[in-house]
C-alpha cells in the first residue's frame, strides 16, 4: 500500500472555513452581510442575513415544496466555538491549497490536517499565518498518515492525477483508484466514524472503490460516505442563471447520476425558480454542464483542470457536512451516496444531511420527468453501472491477487 500512496500527485482539494449561519426568509434577497471585518481575520464578530450561506443557497429537497431552514435567533448569527477536525488527503495540489485556504477561515474547525507525499510543509506554514482559529499541522509520506488521521471528523480525498488535454475519466483509473483504496484503508485504521468525502476521479468508481475497502475493514457506514458532485450543481447554477439572466442567489438545479460525461444529469425541468426552457436549450445546457470539466481542461491548454471551481465545490460540502454535525436539521446537497432511488447500488441525488451522515436521500426529484430527462436517465445507466462495477472489481482482484514483494 505504501508503494500506491508513494504515487499520490495531489489534484486538489477545497474547503470553507467560514461558516455564515443565515436566516431563511419568504423570499429571496440578495447576499447582504454586517460585519466589521471579514470572519475573524480581526477577531471580530460577523452576522449574515441572507437566504444562502457563503457557499450556496439552502438546497431543497422536493419539486414542489421544498423545506426552508427554520428561523434562528440572533444568537446563532455569530460564529460558533472551533469544534471539528477536519483532514485534507492532497493538500498539496491544485485542488488541495485552495481547499486548504478556506477551510482555515472555518470558525466551525479546531484542527486542519494537511497530508501529502511532498511539498505540504510549505503549504501548512503559509495557511498557519491567517489569523483564524483553526490549528494546522502538515503530515507528509506514508509513515506520518496515520497521525495525520488521528481523530478526524472529516477526511477529504482530493489526491491524484489530474485530467491532461484527451483524457477521460477513465483514463486516471489506474492511477487513482490505487492511492484512494491505500488512503481510505488508512481510513478505517485510524478515523472509522468519519465523513470521507471523495473528490478523487473517477468518482463513479472511487466511491465503490472505498466501500468495497472499508467493508473489508469492518466499518462501512454508507451514511458516512460521499462522491462529491456538488461541482455539477454550482456550474448547472451558474450556466442556468447566466442563459436565463437569473441573480444566481435564487437558482437551484438538481443534478442527479454521476460524475462523469452523459452520467451526468441536470434536472433542468426541477430548477428553481421555475424558467420555461425549449427544447435546443434543455439540450445545449445539459450538454454544456456534462462537458464543463472538459472546457476547463482544453482552456487551460494542458497547464491543469478544474482545481479552483472544484476546490469551491469541495468546501461548500465541507461547510454542508459540518453545519449538519454541528445540530442544523436543515442542510441539503446534491451528493453519488450508496442508494435505493434506482437499481445502481450508488447514484447521485439530493440527500438530507444530519449528524450521522446521510438522513434521508430525496426521491421527488425523479417523479415526473420530461421525456428527454426519462429517456437521458436511462441511457446513463450502463455506463454508471460499469464505473461502478469496475471500482468494485479493482479491490476485489487485489484482496485475491497474491501479495507481491
Not at 428561523?71 to 492532497?90: D, E, N
Not at 484542527?111 to 499565518?129: E, M
Not at 483508484?177 to 476521479?201: G, M, Q, R
Not at 451516496?337 to 438530507?352: D, G, M, N, Y
Request: hydrophobic share 45%; glycine share 6%; net charge neutral.
Amino acid at each position: 500500500m505504501a508503494s500506491a500512496a508513494t504515487m499520490t500527485m495531489s489534484i486538489g482539494s477545497v474547503g470553507a472555513q467560514s461558516r455564515f449561519t443565515v436566516r431563511s426568509k419568504p423570499s429571496s434577497i440578495p447576499l447582504t452581510t454586517s460585519y466589521s471585518s471579514f470572519n475573524r481575520l480581526n477577531s471580530s464578530s460577523l452576522s449574515v442575513d441572507s437566504t444562502s450561506t457563503f457557499f450556496s443557497s439552502p438546497l431543497q429537497a422536493t419539486n414542489t415544496q421544498r423545506p426552508v431552514p427554520k428561523l434562528r435567533s440572533a444568537k446563532h448569527l455569530a460564529p460558533q466555538a472551533a469544534a471539528f477536525k477536519v483532514a485534507v488527503l492532497g493538500a498539496a495540489g491544485g485542488i488541495g491549497q485552495p481547499l486548504g485556504l478556506l477551510l482555515k477561515m472555518s470558525p466551525l474547525i479546531s484542527d486542519l490536517h494537511l497530508y501529502d507525499i511532498a511539498n505540504v510543509k510549505g503549504v501548512a506554514a503559509d495557511l498557519s499565518h491567517c489569523n483564524t482559529p483553526a490549528n494546522v499541522a502538515d503530515f507528509t509520506g506514508p509513515a506520518e498518515l496515520g497521525n495525520c488521521l488521528k481523530g478526524m471528523d472529516v477526511v477529504v480525498i482530493p489526491a491524484g492525477v489530474a485530467r491532461k488535454p484527451g483524457m477521460t475519466r477513465d483514463d486516471l483509473f489506474n492511477i487513482n483508484a490505487s492511492i484512494v483504496k491505500a488512503l481510505v484503508e488508512a481510513v478505517a485504521d485510524n478515523c472509522p466514524e468519519a465523513f470521507i468525502h471523495i473528490i478523487s476521479n473517477p468518482v463513479n468508481s472511487t466511491v465503490p472503490i472505498a466501500a468495497e475497502v472499508l467493508k473489508q475493514k469492518g466499518f462501512y457506514d454508507p451514511k458516512k460516505l460521499f462522491g462529491l458532485t456538488t461541482l455539477d450543481v454550482i456550474r448547472a447554477n451558474t450556466f442556468v442563471a447566466q442563459k436565463k439572466q437569473l441573480r444566481l442567489i435564487d437558482v437551484d438545479v438538481p443534478v442527479v447520476g454521476g460524475h462523469a460525461g452523459i452520467t451526468i444529469l441536470p434536472l433542468l425541468s426541477k430548477a428553481k425558480p421555475f424558467v420555461g426552457f425549449t427544447d435546443q436549450e434543455v439540450e445545449a445546457l445539459t450538454v454544456r454542464i456534462q462537458n464543463a470539466g472538459t472546457e476547463v481542461v482544453e482552456a487551460k491548454a494542458g497547464a491543469g483542470s478544474a482545481t479552483l471551481s472544484m476546490a469551491y465545490a469541495a468546501a461548500r460540502f465541507v461547510e454542508s457536512s459540518l453545519r449538519a454535525l454541528d445540530g442544523d436539521s436543515e442542510v441539503y446537497e446534491c451528493a453519488f451516496v450508496q442508494s435505493e432511488l434506482t437499481e445502481l447500488p450508488f447514484f447521485a441525488s439530493r440527500i438530507k444531511l444530519g449528524k450521522r451522515g446521510v438522513q434521508a436521500v430525496i426521491s421527488d426529484d425523479l417523479q415526473g420527468l420530461t421525456e428527454y430527462e426519462a429517456k437521458a436517465l436511462e441511457a446513463l445507466k450502463p455506463e454508471l453501472k460499469a464505473s461502478i462495477e469496475k471500482g468494485i472489481a479493482f479491490v476485489q482482484n487485489q484482496k485475491a491477487a497474491p501479495a507481491s514483494v
